[in-house]
């Protein structure tokens, strides 16, 4: 964290510091600040880094990843000399922020615009801080941050991964102020620094994740207004620990087929990169309200479309492994269309590797579209993405992407890939610690022996349950409190 933090003397100048003032406008929305540094050529291109947030006196943090990442944030924001406040929506927010200046808000949702204007006014906020733009409380928060001029920025997934996280001004994805940008407008930026590596963070999130719904439903009754954009439940619980055990189940399922995607006479491969269940980003910008009429749509164009010898080939996200599992309804339409024998389904195939093989990548809006840039491999973005543009990504049909045959222009993409590194990507982990980028995980150290065995028998018991509806709010706060974490 101390190498992402620069030292606050170097930002936070004096009020005509023109780099604030550009930060305060990128706050607000506006992409002035990134148009100005390309006007003359790209000369200089500001660093994202978490320094950003310290030329700002007065911040308030709403929700932010799952774990303690926000808890750091705050400690070393108040190192640097700024007041820090935070409101909690649920008992998962109390779980990993408990302790600062914190606010409860337990509402209904309607009251939540006017709690907002009467905190910002009252201590004089001067820039917002959230985790994901499209969550109700936050989208209420940047239409506010906007009408009174209040910087507002956003963490989120790395755009670039591994080792990356976003942080943008405004808004990300597809709001993100990079979108607003042509090819011509990005500067040539030279490649990136080796960067520090994380490990096991996906293990780390799902736990860190177990533990946020689990605190969150052992604290529903001090919420009774609270709803999440992901259902707190017992099938969620069981869904996160479920994950866990699917994944080397399936990567025993498919090691044949997978090892016969990858051998050299294999037949040539589109890849399908699926996003999870409850993606907002499908939500709010794509056709589409469901995974699954995508992978119906897209079965339907190869099926008409694709070369004859080719293969489409669909990779489940990750994180949804413990939600979903399309392998029937991909075989049925598979079957429908004609194309069975021609459809593989893969949940935890090396991403990399399939890239490397592959024609073409069909996407969403997956940040996976740039680690297929990178690759060197056509991509065409099928809903609203801040990298889908004229000479970087394939802006035809769907149906004429599978025979277009246009090669990748391996330049625009790297130089849309550095910038996108320079402008909004900081190395680091809202999970894992790697050397000095560690933020406050000493502080939660959840890892106990016991907790596990627990968390193994309540796989059990809600696989046998199966979302049958059963009170144990107060069994999960007594066994939070033995451990320290309630």
Known sequence: MHLLLRDRRNTIGRQADPGIARRERAGKGSTSS???????????????????????RRI??????????FAGLRDQLEQYGS?????????????????????????????????????LARERIEAIVVFGDCRRPHRIAARVARKKGIAFWVFEEGYVRPDYITLEAGGVNADSPLGSLSLDQIPDIAKPPRHLAFHHTFRKMAWYSFLYFAAGLAGACRYPQYRHHKPFGLRELSCWLRAGYRRPLYQHREKGTIKRLLSHDHPPFFLVALQVHNDSQIRMHSPWRRVEDFIEWTMFSFSRYAPAGSMLVIKHHPMDRGHTD?????????????VASRVAYVHDAHLPSLLQRCKGLVTVNSTVGLQALFHSVPVIVLG?????KEGVTFLGSLDEFWSSGVPLDKAASTRLRNYVIRASQINASFY?????ADIGYAAHRLKTLGMRLACIASLVTLDVLDGTPFDISGKLRWTLAIFGVG
């Open 326 to 338: 399309y392998t029937r309804m991909i075989s049925a339409c598979a079957r429908r269309l004609g």
């Open 432 to 436: 894992a610690k790697a050397g000095s």
């Open 34 to 56: 990134l148009a100005s540094s390309t006007a003359s050529g790209g000369a200089s291109v500001e660093q994202a880094s978490i320094g950003q947030l310290a030329g700002y």
């Open 384 to 388: 609203r993405s801040f990298y889908a």
């Open 60 to 69: 308030l943090l709403l929700q932010g990843p799952n774990g303690p990442f």
């Open 83 to 119: 007041c820090v406040w935070k409101i909690n929506f649920n008992g998962g927010d109390d779980l990993f922020y408990h302790t600062g200046n914190i606010l409860r808000f337990r509402d209904k949702m309607g009251g939540w615009e006017d709690f907002l204007l009467a905190f």
